[in-house]
């Protein structure tokens, strides 16, 4: 059948919003509504007329509420077959009425999860009867439409409903019983029996854009964004203006907005980052200089990039990176003067995050490769002071412990082999991405001489620098590439087997060199 007329729906939900209007307009159109518990109240005490399911069961709810759907009443009338010769004789025999709609939402699972509930409300937040009738009326989708997203009330408020409705709503309610089932598999493996890897792991994620295309044009790319109510991220920021993102703006822009949320509680910062490295990065006394200075450090890769801040975006800052193209700025909020500098940049896309990413949260990260998914925890690592190490004869100065600490909170999102010089709170080089520490070592250098160069500073900013690694130097020709360029302070991870050669080239040089003991690697 294609359209089918709705004389009788099945009404039971979570959350109610738009309920009572959806009822309403139902009843307008004769269709005869069966409720159960809070629903059903919440549709008398509208003036509605509504029949309990206890009515059609012949049984009361019971066992506080777990059981008041789970009836072949119910369930009869959900999956029966309508032009079933045989369905249709036990329908009439038994006494079950068919049911042309339900509308379900689930128990808040999640929310009382995302909320530190104890475990015996977290249990009783698992609902049973709503999956199985959404699973009941989405398989008999040929007769039976199931409404799971408030957003397609409007559609069965008609009183009738096509085949091709009925697909795209079943389609909709398995996807919400297998993201429902997912959050209960997750918790209870990762939470409920602390499994970081569970032998299962299910994944459910909302598609909220089709993308124009890929990384390149010949591939097809959507965007999914993760859900819950405390997450935070490039997913959950708002686009103010601009044109539509792109897969590679969406990629650059959580870069930068992962690096600044590392200097959520620092003074003001500003990051550029181009194709997923960083370009710049600076902390100073405001915004504009912090953007100033992050700019100086590269210039050329700076055109075209991404900016993520981690203040409210204020005009002068505005007016000085609307002095550039730019893709994308992303910021907590923004000023009326800030908003109004990028309003005549259109094609600029601007993005209010709100509240910045907590850099030390949990979570895991998945990467796929043929045949398979490599799935690891965030790298959410910490330098506290006690992990630092001086293994060099002289000490570092206060100013170089800062600017290693600087480098280092830089260099673990730069792409491995990743170098990074810094001085007075501000990037002055950085080398990215290179087969060997020693060519990333000596780029940063050069690149910060082409930008001593362009600016008409008299010596690169590398002079008096202090230079991070990512990983251990397994020689000491990257760390002398280093003293080349005018470090003066080294912070690495160590562990190398030839470490003492590298401390003793370090002593030599007059260098002080922390170590750390941990390692960033990013691939």
Not at 22 to 47: I, N, P, Y
Request: charged share 25%; aromatic share 6%.
């Amino acid at each position: 059948m294609t359209t089918i007329p709705i004389k009788r729906a099945l009404l039971s939900v979570s959350d109610k919003t738009g309920l009572v209007d959806l009822a309403r307009r139902l009843s307008e159109h004769g269709v005869e509504l069966v409720s159960t518990g809070g629903t059903a109240r919440a549709l008398r005490d509208a003036g509605l007329t509504v029949k309990d399911v206890a009515e059609l069961t012949g049984f009361p709810e019971m066992m506080d509420g777990r059981v008041k759907t789970l009836h072949p009443t119910v369930h009869g009338g959900l999956l029966g077959v309508r032009d079933d010769p045989e369905h249709a004789r036990a329908m009439t025999e038994h006494g079950i009425g068919a049911i042309d709609l339900v509308v379900v939402n689930l128990y808040p699972f999640e929310a009382t999860v995302a909320k530190g509930a104890e475990r015996d409300e977290v249990i009783e937040n698992i609902d049973i009867g709503g999956p199985s009738m959404v699973r009941s009326a989405a398989k008999n989708h040929a007769y039976v439409a199931i409404v799971t997203d408030p957003a397609d009330y409007d559609t069965v408020a008609r009183g009738e409903t096509t085949l091709d409705e009925r697909r795209r709503f079943a389609a909709k309610a398995f996807a919400t019983t297998a993201r429902y089932d997912g959050a209960i598999a997750r918790w209870f493996g990762t939470v409920d029996q602390g499994e970081a890897f569970p032998d299962t792991l299910p994944v459910t994620l909302k598609r909220t854009a089709s993308l124009r295309y890929g990384e390149n044009p010949h591939q097809s790319a959507a965007f999914y964004a993760a859900t819950g109510d405390t997450v935070r991220g490039i997913g959950q920021a708002r686009q103010v203006q601009g044109k539509e993102l792109s897969y590679n703006n969406l990629n650059d822009a959580d870069a930068a907005l992962e690096l600044v949320a590392e200097f959520r509680d620092a003074a003001p910062t500003c990051v550029i980052v181009k194709h997923a490295n960083p370009c710049g990065v600076a902390t100073a006394t405001t915004l504009a200089d912090a953007y100033r200075e992050a700019f100086a450090c590269d210039t050329v890769s700076a055109f075209g990039g991404i900016i993520a801040v981690n203040r409210p975006l204020d005009e002068e800052t505005a007016r000085a990176i609307a002095g550039i193209f730019t893709e994308v700025v992303v910021a907590p909020d923004a000023d009326e003067g800030a908003l109004a500098v990028f309003a005549a940049k259109k094609n600029l896309r601007l993005l209010l995050s709100g509240e910045l990413p907590n850099p030390t949260r949990d979570g895991l990260f998945a990467k796929s490769i043929a045949g398979g998914w490599l799935v690891q925890g965030r790298d959410n690592g910490v330098l506290s002071d006690d992990m630092l190490r001086v293994v060099t004869k002289r000490q570092p100065s206060a100013q170089e412990l800062a600017d290693c600490r600087f480098a280092w909170t830089v260099a673990k999102h730069v792409k491995s082999n990743a170098i990074v010089y810094a001085k007075d709170g501000a990037t002055v080089g950085i080398g990215a991405g290179q087969m060997n520490r020693l060519e990333s070592a000596r780029i940063a250098a050069w690149k910060a001489k082409d930008a001593a160069d362009k600016a008409g500073w008299a010596n690169p900013r590398t002079i008096g620098s202090a230079v991070a690694s990512d990983a251990f130097f397994p020689f000491a020709d990257g760390l002398l590439a280093a003293v080349e360029a005018g470090a003066t302070a080294v912070i690495q991870p160590g562990g190398s087997i030839r470490d003492e050669e590298v401390i003793a080239a370090a002593d030599e040089a007059g260098l002080a060199m922390v170590f750390t003991g941990m390692r960033h690697f990013r691939h």
